[in-house]
């Protein structure tokens, strides 16, 4: 069992900066494939950036250059760095993880969601 808990988000202008936060509860964090995704008004949920318990990451063509995912297995976390925010970015940003036994269970978590807001 693990527990994802978002924090970080808020109102910003455009051109602004904002780091998103993902703390994890529980033990084996650093095995799990970790991401973010994010449901603007009226859209689908879609993947915004992943980071892989080796370190590779991958993020959205929209986001690339703009955002960085990054973790820090010491502190359970996972974070977002989002730069040069558009009103684009507006959404509800969620936190996931993923992780595949050698036995083939699946286990996926997900946080409850912050909402990120970029409006002047």
């Known amino acids: 069992q693990v527990q994802l808990v978002e924090s970080g988000g808020g109102l910003v202008q455009p051109g602004k900066s904002l780091r998103l936060s993902c703390a994890a509860s529980g033990s084996m964090f650093s095995f799990y494939d970790m991401a973010w995704y994010r449901q603007g008004p009226g859209k689908q949920r879609e993947l915004v950036a992943g980071?892989?318990?080796?370190?590779?990451?991958n993020y959205a063509d929209s986001v690339k250059g703009r955002f960085t995912i990054s973790r820090d297995n010491a502190k359970n976390t996972v974070y977002l760095r989002m730069n040069s925010l558009k009103p684009e970015d507006t959404a509800v940003y969620y936190c996931?993880?993923?992780?595949?036994?050698?036995?083939?269970?699946?286990?996926?978590?997900w946080g409850q969601g912050t909402q990120v807001t970029v409006s002047s």
């Open positions: 980071i892989t318990s080796g370190g590779s990451t």
């Open positions: 996931n993880a993923k992780r595949i036994t050698i036995a083939s269970a699946k286990y996926d978590y």
